[in-house]
T-cell receptor, first 112, second 109 residues
Framework: NAGVTQTPKFQVLKTGQSMTLQCAQD?????MSWYRQDPGMGLRLIHY???????DQGEVPNGYNVSRSTTEDFPLRLLSAAPSQTSVYFC???????????FGAGSRLTVL | GIQVEQSPPDLILQEGANSTLRCNFS?????LQWFHQNPWGQLINLFY???GTKQNGRLSATTVATERYSLLYISSSQTTDSGVYFC???????????FGAGTRLFVKA
């Protein structure tokens, strides 16, 4: 039982490049979400999903796309990376109906 | 949207001391969780506590939903308690979980 798995752990991009951060969970959780954490700040919600085929925007969605084709996977896409997207990204999941959020280990992204 | 404010922002304790961390939120919530982020960045859930009081070893938490605040108590602090403590709330009528800015705790040996 792996929990929430994020890949890659580290990534360096040049401005304008695109990439996808992967997130997978094996707990059959309906709810999945992406956060970014900048130095000295809390976690800010980027996008979230309450089930396959359903996604919605969080607090800071601009510059990011998501899709949810299966219950297990929730990838986060950066279409044209900018230095302002340098951050640590966390994926989380939970069952619906009020359940504990389980986090992945994080992905550290640097955009030059 | 809902505002989540945590205090104090920073806290330094001597090992063995007790402390209280506070989380205020601006609107009604479906649930509230406390997390600890260790120095390696790992986020661990401490409590799921939309209301009432819970205890887990040296940690306990109380949420008074009607007054829109929650408290996290740490007793007999240890150096391993160092890190950042986050409060996170799910606003009523929605599925988003919104985090406060955190309380950074350093426990000195």
């Amino acid at each position: 039982n792996a929990g929430v798995t994020q890949t890659p752990k580290f990534q360096v991009l040049k401005t304008g490049q695109s990439m996808t951060l992967q997130c997978a969970q094996d707990m059959n959780h309906e709810y999945m979400s992406w956060y970014r954490q900048d130095p000295g700040m809390g976690l800010r919600l980027i996008h979230y999903s309450v089930g396959a085929g359903i996604t919605d925007q969080g607090e800071v969605p601009n510059g990011y796309n998501v899709s949810r084709s299966t219950t297990e996977d929730f990838p986060l896409r950066l279409l044209s990376a900018a230095p302002s997207q340098t951050s640590v990204y966390f994926c989380a999941s939970s069952g619906t109906g009020g359940n504990v959020l389980t986090f992945g280990a994080g992905s550290r992204l640097t955009v030059l | 949207g809902i505002q989540v404010e945590q205090s104090p922002p920073d806290l330094i304790l001597q090992e063995g001391a007790n402390s209280t961390l506070r989380c205020n939120f601006s609107d009604s919530v479906n649930n509230l969780q406390w997390f600890h982020q260790n120095p390696w960045g790992q986020l661990i859930n401490l409590f799921y506590i939309p209301s009432g009081t819970k205890q887990n070893g040296r940690l306990s938490a109380t949420t008074v939903a009607t007054e829109r605040y929650s408290l996290l108590y740490i007793s007999s602090s240890q150096t391993t308690d160092s890190g950042v403590y986050f409060c996170a709330v799910e606003p009523g009528g929605g599925f988003k979980t919104i985090f406060g800015a955190g309380t950074r705790l350093f426990v000195k040996a």
